[in-house]
């Protein structure tokens, strides 16, 4: 059963940064197909922040990038967002999800497994 569990948001002013973990179980990171760190904000719809392969290509959404990295420590079996440069808009709650499936797509429906999610909230 795959496992997987969010920590590292909280409330930041605008400028500051974070780092968001994601403990894998049930599933080894460096050879999961396909991962991401997403984001909700309220009203507004899921949306992908950055998705990883196993090859370790990333893709990131226009708005972070620059601003936010995505890693792997595999000992750890953990994936990582470290987030710097953060603004108000950045503000929501991070989820981490793990994809099964051959290929390597954004779209929230296409994954999994999810974690409970962690809130990061942005102040002006």
């Known amino acids: 059963q795959v496992q997987l569990v969010e920590s590292g948001g909280g409330s930041v002013q605008a400028g500051g940064s974070l780092r968001l973990s994601c403990a894998a179980s049930g599933l080894t990171i460096n050879n999961s197909n396909c991962m991401g760190w997403f984001r909700q904000a309220p009203g507004k719809e899921r949306e992908a922040v950055v998705i990883i392969d196993k090859f370790d290509t990333t893709s990131y959404t226009v708005s972070v990038q620059g601003r936010f990295t995505v890693s792997k420590d595999g000992a750890k079996n953990t994936l990582y967002l470290e987030m710097n440069n953060l603004k108000p808009e950045d503000t929501a709650m991070y989820y981490c999800?793990?994809?099964?499936?051959?290929?390597?797509?954004?779209?929230?429906?296409?994954?999994?497994?999810w974690g409970q999610g962690t809130q990061v909230t942005v102040s002006s």
């Open positions: 999800a793990a994809r099964s499936g051959t290929w390597c797509y954004t779209d929230p429906p296409s994954f999994d497994n």
